[in-house]
Nanobody, 123 residues
């Protein structure tokens, strides 16, 4: 089992920045690809960004490319999502995920989810 706890969400204005953190416990963090997904009201959960266990592979959804940055520090069992130039359409609950598939165009989620953190961007 892997337990994931997200933090860092909040209410910001358009154009501002936020950094989300996800701390993992349980099994060896460095064995897992890690990712961020989000779910807006009335919409399906969607892939946002993913990083391989080694940090060598990183993928982003087209909607966030150039604005968001995913990173990880295996020594701290933590993955981050730096979000810049936020837009109202980024408003969603953001979820950390462990074990996702990470191949170009295929980002199926893994089995482990955090509880989510709300990000709200006002216009």
């Amino acid at each position: 089992q892997v337990q994931l706890v997200e933090s860092g969400g909040g209410l910001v204005q358009a154009g501002e920045s936020l950094t989300l953190s996800c701390v993992a416990s349980g099994r060896t963090f460095s064995n897992y690809n890690m990712g961020w997904f989000r779910q807006a009201p009335g919409k399906e959960r969607e892939f946002v960004a993913g990083i391989s266990w080694s940090g060598d592979l990183i993928y982003y959804a087209d909607s966030v490319k150039g604005r968001f940055t995913i990173s990880r520090v295996n020594a701290k069992n933590t993955v981050y999502l730096q979000m810049n130039s936020l837009k109202p359409e980024d408003t969603a609950v953001y979820y950390c995920n462990a074990g996702l598939r990470l191949q170009l165009g295929d980002y199926r989620n893994g089995n482990y989810w955090g509880q989510g953190t709300q990000v709200t961007v006002s216009s």
